[in-house]
């Protein structure tokens, strides 16, 4: 953010190159479609819509929070930004940047960008040691062993944990959120700038999670760090995130401020999302379920809006037309619902 | 399950074709010209093309695959180059011949093995568990070989119980004669079956027993023999496909055992064949064994799938 | 234990032949054909050409362990790799690799030997090449298969994520990953491979003679086996007892890396 407190880090801050008002990271038109094969012959008898044209801004040291049901592409995107998975079309800007031969290159990405995994177990190779594990980038980028050692020891340090102790310890000695600070000091081993959080706290306890979450606030400052942070629970995402991305099928139907789209969600999905958030006041309960059914297949998507099928506002036009995601009044929400587009054609639009 | 089926079919054909290709390629590969063996030692020049031009042997390599392959395919599988005469007939008889046994020792082999297995998988931990599985590391590290040579040594010629070589008088259904030539045999090549598939059996059994359900069984207080049909279904697609294996190693890895009982099967057609440098029946007889063993390990195949729908992905 | 102790005992007499026996496995004496075992000056007797057994089978064990051993070294090398990246590349790499070696799997292991050694020619080197032949497939598949379940795992893709090359991948995070399988079954493919060496020289398509091998040696001293029983039995029991040691040590390796199956 624009007043974020003095610089922590001079390194980080010799890196910001484009100033405060450029995006750390620009995406736009990602698109990931997986052939079905099936058939003796491997015949492509379909394909599977995982991401389907996102574009969105991340902006420098704010937390970007993803949110969606299981299947709706959120673990896709994080894994094409990382560019572990070969994005069919995709235009990435990192602080000015392009990906590519004219401006960064994969690897540089790779360098600013980290990830951390969902599962603490398996994303932890059980062969090697913690410090291993950790040391692993450095090391395969030629850095001597004692120097590789010193950054090691910092950064279990800057994650809670003794190095002393930890240092030789395997995955399978530690409990889940020993794991999970490991990954995050794995992810932060090349000093990233970024760092996508995938479900990083949702297999953990809740007391633990709120360590985690403690842990990655208080590194956020300490390293100026900007994460985009992608889980299905909407209590966590409200409490760590700036902003906030709503997907569904693929398709971003929602994005603004936190306080805003939970203030005042303007698609309909999104209200539904929020109302099935359990609350913490049991005199609210939620009564009828606000929103039934499976995701429709991604194989054969609805046509034009993908939630129609699940919309109770529905009507013919949402069939014959996609919604495009179209800033509201203020500028910073943007919401893709025909009845938010005037002249739409819808019959609740605005005139 | 049809579905199944044909897939299955469909996937063995490029093996089947892949099989042949080698097969074929085997006599180009032999340190022997094919034309040099078929001529007398210091014939002119004019006598090897003609024999080469009888045989197609001039013409391109693939249209001598295709030749090969379509005479191969209506049952042709060329002329011995020592005994002049047709190989199939010999290959067939031989194969009759190897089945006789094969099919007595796989018999014997797997029952024993089932049988050593499960008690050693019940008895774990006990003298019968370290007795069984002793059996077993015998049973697959013993050349076979030299076992059949001691069986002969001890059994033929010391004691004279029974004969050492040969399959006897001919003749269907076998008489007591025949069986007698068979004891050695049956003896020699089911000790491998036996090991092989009373370890797996001794695994797989332990397997299931410790297996949630099964205590639920037991705990529930079932009777014996309903937790038996449970072991027994669990297990028995794993043994089957051992036992499939096994089988098609046995068709043709008689070979050495055909060779010390001087039976009659395709380990000795082979053995001839390698010795004399016949290669075309080298060349028969290991696209038919293979072959076969292709088609028995469709047939596990088939038959697991039957038991256990999981396999039928 | 045992196991290891005799085998142990065997690979170190085999290393110090010439100085456990007289140095001469080729020569023999024609008066003292087939002397029984505990004959004054043969231990364990002579052979069908007067040559000195004890001699004859110390020496074979070079060639027999060679033969054992080299062919599993050689499909480790040559299977383990085309497993990793047949299991590691996926997609049509993976199918090309994995399709080629059914073929080779569907033939019958000691046809495909046979094959191999009848058109290598006799000799130690296609014996090894011929075993090598056999055991890659299998060992392709098994590699092939472990591969496969670790590389969707998420720490290969977060060392994907630190921009490691992939040949550094597979070696420092896959191949420590799949080693245990596989050591264990190539380990198991070592007693077999004693045996299946020495039924090719007992064919004639192995070693041939006058050189020490252990099935070479049973084969010439087949029709002895009437006149002395016990010597012509003594090749066989080594590759016996080797095989079983062999064996009973891949069982331990097993139990010890705490392998499943396969």
Redesign the interface.
């Known amino acids: 953010m624009a007043d974020a407190p003095l610089h922590a880090d001079p390194a980080a801050a010799s890196r910001d190159r484009g100033g405060p008002l450029q995006p750390l990271l620009i995406v736009r038109g990602l698109t990931k479609h997986f052939p079905i094969r099936s058939g003796l012959m491997g015949r492509r008898t379909g394909v599977v819509q995982a991401v389907d044209d996102l574009s969105f801004d991340v902006m420098k040291g704010e937390v970007l929070g993803v949110v969606g049901e299981s299947g709706c592409g959120k673990s896709t995107m994080a894994r094409l930004l990382m560019q572990i998975l070969k994005a069919d079309r995709h235009e990435l800007i990192f602080d000015g940047d392009p990906l590519g031969h004219t401006g960064i290159t994969t690897a540089e990405l790779r360098r600013q960008m980290q990830m951390v995994f969902q599962d603490s177990h398996a994303s932890l190779n059980p062969r090697m040691t913690i410090a291993d594990c950790i040391g692993f980038a450095r090391r395969m980028r030629g850095e001597p062993r004692n120097m590789v050692a010193a950054k090691v020891d910092d950064l279990l340090e800057r994650v809670g944990l003794t190095p002393a102790q930890y240092r030789h310890r395997y995955p399978h000695e530690l409990s889940g959120g020993q794991r999970q600070r490991v990954n995050i000091a794995r992810a932060l081993a090349l000093e990233p700038r970024l760092l996508i959080l995938d479900e990083a706290v949702s297999a953990l306890d809740k007391s633990i999670e709120a360590q985690i979450l403690n842990l990655l606030n208080s590194l956020k400052a300490e390293l100026k760090l900007t994460y985009v942070f992608i889980s299905h629970d909407l209590n966590v995402v409200e409490y760590i995130s700036d902003r906030m991305m709503v997907m569904y099928l693929g398709r971003i139907v929602e994005i603004g401020p936190v306080d805003q789209v939970y203030g005042d969600p303007k698609h309909p999905y999104t209200r539904a999302l929020l109302a099935s958030k359990p609350s913490h006041d049991p005199r609210k309960r939620t009564l009828v379920p606000p929103i039934t059914g499976d995701p429709p297949n991604p194989i054969n998507p609805p046509s034009g809006c993908r939630f129609r099928t699940r919309c109770e506002f529905a009507e013919g036009v949402c069939g014959q037309m996609a919604p495009t995601l179209k800033p509201l009044d203020n500028g910073d929400h943007s919401v893709a619902c025909l009845m938010q587009q005037p002249g739409s054609g819808h019959s609740r639009a605005p005139i | 399950m049809l579905q199944f089926l044909i ?1 299955r079919v ?1 996937q063995v054909m ?2 089947l074709v ?2 042949s290709l ?2 074929f390629a ?1 006599i180009h ?3 022997r010209n094919i034309v040099d063996s078929m001529v007398p030692p210091g014939s002119p020049p004019s006598l090897r093309a003609e024999i080469a031009q009888i045989d197609g042997l001039d013409k391109p390599l693939w249209e001598q695959y295709l030749l090969w392959l379509h005479q191969v395919l209506h049952g042709n599988f060329g002329v011995s180059l020592v005994s002049g005469r047709p190989i199939g007939d010999a290959l067939f008889s031989a194969l009759l011949n190897s089945l006789q046994i094969t099919f007595f020792a796989a018999l014997v082999g797997f029952l024993l093995g089932i049988l050593f297995g499960a008690l050693a998988a019940v008895k774990k931990g006990r003298w019968q568990d370290s007795l069984f599985s002793l059996f077993f ?2 049973g ?8 059949a ?2 069986l ?2 001890i059994f033929a ?1 010391d004691l004279n119980w029974v004969p050492a070589q040969g399959m006897g008088p001919e003749g269907w259904p076998l008489h007591w004669e025949q069986w007698r030539h068979m004891i050695l045999p049956i003896a020699t090549l089911s000790l491998i079956p036996m090991g092989v598939v009373g370890r797996i059996v001794r ?1 797989a059994t332990l397997e299931a027993l410790s297996q949630e359900f099964v205590t639920a069984l037991v705990a529930k207080g079932m009777r014996m023999d309903v937790i038996r049909e449970h072991v027994v279904r669990n297990t028995a697609p794993q043994v089957l496909a051992v036992m499939g294996l096994q089988f ?2 046995l ?3 008689s ?2 055992v055909d ?2 009982f001087n039976w009659p099967g395709t380990g000795k057609l ?2 001839q064949a ?2 004399s440098g016949d290669i075309p029946v ?1 060349q028969a007889a ?1 696209l038919l ?2 072959v076969i ?2 088609l028995v ?1 469709l047939g596990v195949d088939t038959a697991q799938a039957i038991i256990d729908p999981r396999m039928r992905r | 234990m045992t196991a290891m102790g005799i085998s142990a005992l065997i690979v170190m007499l085999a290393i110090a032949a010439p100085y456990v026996t007289d140095g001469q496995p080729y020569s023999g004496n024609a008066l003292e054909r087939l002397k029984p075992i505990g004959t004054h000056g043969h231990l364990l007797g002579t052979d069908e050409l007067g040559r000195d057994m004890w001699t004859r089978l110390v020496y074979g064990a070079r060639l027999s362990l060679i033969s054992g051993a080299a062919p599993v070294l050689i499909a480790l090398a040559i299977g383990g790799s085309l497993g990793v990246i047949a299991g590691y590349a996926g997609g049509r790499v993976n199918a090309l690799i994995m399709r080629t070696m059914d073929i080779f799997y569907a033939f019958p292991a000691v046809l495909l030997a046979i094959a191999a050694c009848a058109v290598l020619g006799p000799g130690l080197l296609s014996t090894i090449a011929a075993l090598s032949i056999v055991f890659t497939p299998s060992i392709v598949r098994i590699t092939e298969t472990a591969t496969t379940r670790i590389r969707g795992m998420d720490y290969i893709e977060a060392a994907r994520c630190s921009g490691a090359t992939d040949f550094r991948i597979i070696l420092h995070q896959v191949l420590p990953n799949v080693q245990a399988p596989v050591l264990v079954y190539a380990s198991s493919l070592a007693g077999l491979s004693i045996i299946l060496a020495a039924g090719l020289s007992f064919l004639g398509l192995g070693m041939s003679p006058p050189n020490p091998e252990w099935g070479q040696m049973l084969n010439s001293l087949r029709q002895s086996i009437y006149v002395q029983p016990w010597v012509a039995a003594l090749p066989g029991l080594m590759i016996f007892v080797t095989s079983v040691c062999f064996n009973v040590i891949s069982d331990g390796l097993r139990v010890a890396m705490d392998v499943q199956d396969g």
């Open positions: 897939r469909i490029p093996i892949g099989i080698i097969t085997l590969m032999m340190p590391i015998a697959i590290s013993v050349p076979p070989f030299w076992f040579i001691l002969v040594a010629f695994a098609g190693y068709i043709s890895g070979i050495l060779l010390v082979l053995n390698i010795l080298i290991v064994l293979s063993f292709v390990n």
